[in-house]
């Protein structure tokens, strides 16, 4: 109720000291009141004044984002809490005189100054370069209200533009033209603000912006009184009116910044660092504010080199066998670490394939064989070779000859459609290529094709072969999908295998683990497999089967005693859910390719605590794996399963747009240095040099630039956000497809779900969710709207939902997205009622948005829709015999799904006939008359119409008569009696109050004239006690201009929503007249009488006991000389 602290803490010390010296206060008169002010503000928000500011508001704040998505501990709740705390502390004085300087040296205020750094802290905190900050303003920029008490305050949206990395100096720039033109036009309501721009209203957050900036820079003088000692108490009423607040105060001893912040988003821990890094950012602003915001720190430098470090924890660490033998094993090639594994372990079973198996010494006489054979074809390091087999012990055989003669194995699947295998053969441009005599492919002439059964192969000499290769020559290529869609080649060097399977720190390989081999060759999660195994002396199990079944893996898995294997994440999880008896001796169960189910990896730790779930995250740029999370405990498994930590030899840097290290829990772009990185791209020489970069953390190294979105966890693992480009807006939000998807997945009845964004003909995008359900289990669709509206904030709900039996697959397992079926998407369903509930619904939705048709698919605010219209329609539907509440139309923005929830109401119908007679009061009519007013009769609420046609005045006399006798409300009366104030509904006056004022013959200006003269002497005819407590007047300006129509109506009897109403009233039963048709409004619903008596009795049943509890409270009084004074309103 006040918004001048330091007027009123000024004062009162002034106060007391007269009290004390027994004198009495002289207190300033004040002509202007603060009742003045609301009727002066009323009277201002009109014509030219409102139309003006309305510009600048939607000129300035179009287009904006809707919600600035902080990183957060918690996902934001479906309904948002107002749960909060705070956390201080204050800025140092030289920093806060630098930053003073500052303001001086650019021109600025320290207001925009510091607005200014907040709004680069939440640019890189979100990435978001268009910020929208809320700012309050005290809105006395008039004389006549500066010392008076009251609230006056406004609030003000700030929009900031951040794109293009401007210098600070230059952002002050716009800062200040955004705050000076916002203070220019800050008479405007914040809520007129919100109703003009019609901002999409969610439950789960506060419209238009999220986060707030305070700066109160006018400090209290110090009270001193005789006898009485004061200190400031800080105030935590733990609650937060938004996301985040930043308070900033002038101090004796620097700045003061308070950040009150929403619990149920962040710890607190995680506004501390937000705070560090906010100070860390001032103090470079203060360094050099001509440097561009990019290159403005967030972290000192102990926190940078933490961060750096935190990433290179894989570099230089090892797993088993001590430190890393850079002299040899990083410098080892593939075949030469098997030769010296079949040293150690000649008679040892190598590879088994269904009834066949080689032990390392046959295997490796074999390959021998065949790179002697190959060798006279000229191959030479980085030479390609193309490899084309089934599943069967000659793949090995063909991969293992190829490195050994020097080559490079591109694998290439057997059942390759004909023209990708020309794209690729064309890329590659291998003229050598081995396969099996059964495959049938279209070979070109220009290819020499070897069978690998041909028997010259195996005259060659089994000795082991001299070779010039090194661990930086080519092992292999292996093509992945293009964004433009065609293929593109990854060239992997021996040394980034090696160090993905040799003393890595995330597993523990040697001689007794039994691998499973079911991935395709030609994916990247292979080469963990076959070399996993047998550059560490285990058994390699190939599955024979290109697409096995669950019952073969399940098998093979118990009948060999695999031990080790790797699964994508949809076969992991199909896995656990039907053949978790399978995995009784596996001790590392690596899963990947995608995100991880947390609820399948804790039944796998829960039903095997021997058994390591291991998250294996990582592009096939950088050698399959990149990052680890070893699961050993249910409790180290929270919301989603991170990928953890890098891997031996690989360094991980989360970055911001900007290539800087973001702070902790905030998410950046990953990117990837060490041994693990890929070539390049084979003949792409512009791609490889957009994504592997030179490192700005050390000379001559080189980092990939993977497009996946990261950050670290509260226990700095690395949590998978998902990709940078799978960012898209619904309706001005921020949407993260893998969010929908996880919360879909978390349905009993789901196996799998994936989310994709499609345009309608029109451009307008929308969500479809392609569900996936598990065996046996029938799914509907209504199932999956209930379920997300219990989970996700709408903007988040799926438009269109597609349920299939399985999802179509790559060639690698993986989801081939492009592969889905096309829904036929529409801007309108118009999909017709399917139930009498619907039919209901659908019937008061058209009438109320004024529409011809609705669909019950369609959603209500983008049809158009308000917080008001949803008061109306729940209005209309409880009159109807439809439960409903307008929080229920928030969560349930269809008819499809508000029909699902509607329960029917058993009560009787509103009562049709003429009410009269006594009418309690209802709490806002007790309210008005306590307030002693001295025109209670000029509370008016009024409506001026254009009538674009000529109304007939007896026509509309008839049409006003029906109006008066069905809304009972229009026939109140109140009169004063001994008891207090009563309301009584009359019966109808015989007489309409409509005034017909000819004004044809009058100029224009005269015209308007008249009309003030006219509607100020109607405003003030109302009368409380004889009624009637409206007036209508009808102004006839002649035929060059349009008939004007004044409603004027107490407010005693009417609100915003009854306007709506009664206005279409009008127009339903005049447009009836004119049809000769008898005039039909809708039915009553609940009489006002009726209501009102409902009211009292729901406030004392329901509420009286709080009140009592309040009221039985002790206040203390402080202690006063004069009799309290009552001050009458004037």
């Known amino acids: 109720m006040v918004g001048q602290w330091v007027y009123w803490c000024r004062k009162l010390p002034q106060y007391i000291k007269l009290f004390v010296q027994k004198n009495h206060p002289h207190s300033k008169h004040y002509p202007f009141q603060y009742v003045d002010f609301s009727a002066w503000q009323r009277k201002w928000l009109q014509g030219d004044n409102l139309d003006t500011q309305l510009s600048y508001w939607k000129t300035q704040l179009k287009d904006t984002s809707t919600l600035l998505e902080l990183p957060s501990d918690r996902p934001r709740p479906v309904v948002q809490n107002f749960h909060g705390s705070t956390y201080s502390f204050t800025l140092s004085q030289p920093l806060t005189t630098q930053l003073q300087s500052l303001c001086h040296q650019a021109g600025t205020t320290l207001f925009m100054l510091l607005l200014g750094a907040f709004s680069v802290l939440l640019h890189r905190y979100s990435s978001n370069e268009d910020i929208v900050i809320g700012s ?36 002050l720039k716009q800062v200040r033209q955004v705050a000076l033109g916002a203070y220019s036009h800050q008479d405007l309501p914040f809520e007129k603000l919100l109703e003009a721009l019609e901002v999409p209203r969610s439950l789960s957050h506060t419209p238009l912006f999220q986060v707030m900036f305070v700066l109160q820079n006018t400090p209290l003088d110090p009270i001193q009184l005789p006898d009485l000692q004061w200190e400031p108490l800080e105030m935590n009423n733990n ?43 001032l103090n470079a602003i203060v360094t050099d504010a001509e440097r561009p915001i990019s290159e403005l720190s967030l972290l000192n430098e102990e926190e940078k080199q933490l961060s750096l470090e935190n990433g290179r924890l894989g570099e230089g660490e090892t797993g ?88 490079a194995y591109v694998p290439l699947d057997p059942n390759i459609p004909p023209e990708r295998l020309t794209i690729l053969l064309e890329d590659t441009q291998i003229n050598l290529l081995l396969t099996q005599n059964d495959i049938n492919l279209p070979w070109p002439n220009t290819l020499t094709v070897i069978d690998l059964q041909q028997q010259e192969i195996y005259q060659e000499s089994q000795n082991t072969l001299p070779t010039d290769t090194t661990a930086e020559h080519l092992a292999y290529v292996m093509y992945t999908s293009g964004s433009t869609g065609i293929p ?142 070893v699961l050993t405990d249910v409790e180290q498994i929270g919301y989603s399963v991170p990928i953890g930590q890098p891997i031996s030899q690989t360094q991980v840097y989360i970055l911001d747009n900007y290539l800087q290290p973001v702070p902790f829990g905030v998410p950046g772009e990953l990117y990837i240095g060490g041994d693990g990185l890929a070539r390049g791209y084979l003949n792409r020489p512009q791609l490889t040099a957009e994504r592997f970069i030179a490192s700005p953390f050390a000379t001559g190294e080189r980092l990939y ?227 002693n007013l001295a025109k209670m009769a000029h509370f008016n609420q009024s409506a001026f119409l254009e009538v674009p046609q000529t109304l007939d005045f007896v026509q509309l006399e008839t049409v006003l008569r029906h109006i008066i006798e069905h809304h009972d409300a229009l026939r109140l009366r109140f009169n004063l009696l001994e008891t207090g104030w009563e309301g009584n509904i009359s019966d109808p006056d015989e007489q309409v109050p409509l005034t017909y004022v000819d004004l044809s013959g009058l100029s224009d200006q005269t015209q308007e004239k008249a009309i003030a003269v006219t509607a100020t002497e109607l405003q003030s005819s109302l009368d409380l006690s004889s009624g009637p407590l409206l007036r209508i007047a009808i102004f006839d300006l002649g035929k060059l201009r349009s008939q004007q129509l004044l409603i004027i109506i107490h407010h005693l009897v009417v609100d915003g929503v009854s306007w709506r109403i009664l206005l279409e009233d009008i127009q339903t039963a005049y447009q009836q007249l004119t049809e000769n048709q008898p005039i039909e409004l809708p039915l009553k619903s609940t009489s006002i009488k009726t209501w009102s008596e409902q009211l009292q009795n729901y406030s004392i049943e329901e509420e009286k006991e709080y009140w009592q509890e309040i009221a039985s409270k002790t206040c203390v009084s402080l202690p006063r000389d004069y009799p309290e004074v009552k001050i009458l309103l004037q």
């Open 705 to 931: 630039k993977t497009g996946d979105l990261v950050r670290y966890d509260r226990q700095r693992n690395i949590e998978f956000l998902g990709r940078k480009d799978n960012q898209v807006k619904i309706r001005g939000f921020r949407v993260e497809l893998g969010e929908i998807e996880t919360i879909l997945q978390q349905y009993p009845k789901v196996q799998t779900a994936i989310v994709l964004v499609k345009e309608s003909s029109q451009g307008n995008k929308q969500l479809i969710a392609y569900v996936v359900p598990k065996t046996e289990e029938t799914l509907e669709i209504e199932e999956l709207q209930t379920f997300l509206t219990q989970k996700l904030p709408d903007y988040l709900h799926p438009h269109h939902y597609m349920i299939l039996e399985e999802f179509p697959l790559t060639p690698n397992g993986k989801v081939d997205r492009r592969s889905l079926p096309q829904p036929i998407l529409s801007t309108s369903k118009n999909e017709a009622p399917r139930n009498l509930i619907e039919t209901k619904l659908v019937n008061i939705w058209q009438d109320v948005l004024n529409l011809e048709k609705v669909g019950i698919e369609d959603n209500f605010f983008e049809l158009g829709g308000d917080s008001i219209l949803a008061m109306q329609i729940v209005s209309r539907a409880n009159g109807i015999g439809l439960k409903l509440s307008p929080k229920q139309l928030f969560q349930h923005q269809t008819i499809a799904q508000l029909a699902a929830i509607a329960t029917s109401i058993d009560s009787p119908q509103g009562e049709q006939g003429l009410v009269t007679g006594k009418v309690p009061l209802t709490p806002i009519q007790h309210w008005f008359f306590e307030q």
């Open 488 to 629: 593109k080649g990854i060239c992997i060097p021996h040394r980034g295998v090696t160090r993905l399977v040799k003393n890595s720190n995330y597993v523990a390989l040697g001689e007794d683990d039994i691998f499973l081999q079911a991935a395709p060759y030609t994916f990247d999660a292979s080469t963990f497999e076959i070399w996993g195994a047998l550059l560490n002396g285990g058994r390699l199990v190939i599955l024979p089967s290109q697409t096995p079944s669950l019952e073969e893996i399940g098998e093979t898995l118990e009948n060999y005693g695999v031990t080790t294997l790797w699964l994508t994440a949809g076969l992991f999880q199909v896995m656990v859910e039907e053949k978790l008896e399978s995995f009784k001796n596996v001790r590392y169960l690596l899963a990947g390719g995608d995100v991880l189910s947390p609820t399948h990896v804790k039944t796998v730790l829960q039903t095997y605590p021997h058994c390591s779930v291991i998250n294996g995250y990582g592009p096939t740029e950088n050698t399959t794996f990149t990052c680890c999370s």
């Open 136 to 171: 309050p303003i005290a809105n006395r920029n008039y004389a006549q209200i500066e010392g008076l008490i009251g609230f006056f305050v406004n609030t003000l949206a700030l929009r900031i533009n951040l794109s293009h990395n401007p210098t600070f100096f230059d952002l």
């Open 239 to 281: 609650t937060a009116k938004f996301d985040l607040t930043l308070m900033m105060r002038e101090t004796e001893n620097g700045l003061l910044a308070s950040w009150e912040y929403n619990t149920d988003l962040f710890e607190q821990d995680t506004i501390i660092r937000l705070g560090t890094c906010f100070e860390t950012l």
């Open 320 to 407: 088993r066998g001590g430190d890393w033998e850079r002299g040899r094993l990083g410098e080892c090639c593939i075949h030469q670490l098997f030769e010296e594994q079949t040293n150690k372990t000649p008679d040892a079973i190598a590879v088994i394939c269904g009834e066949q198996q080689l032990t390392y010494q046959e295997l490796d006489r074999k390959t021998n064989q065949l790179a002697r054979y190959l060798q006279q074809f000229g191959v030479k390091p980085d030479t390609l070779i193309g490899l084309c087999v089934k599943r069967s012990l000659s793949m090995i055989i063909g991969i293992l000859a190829i490195l050994k003669a020097g080559g």
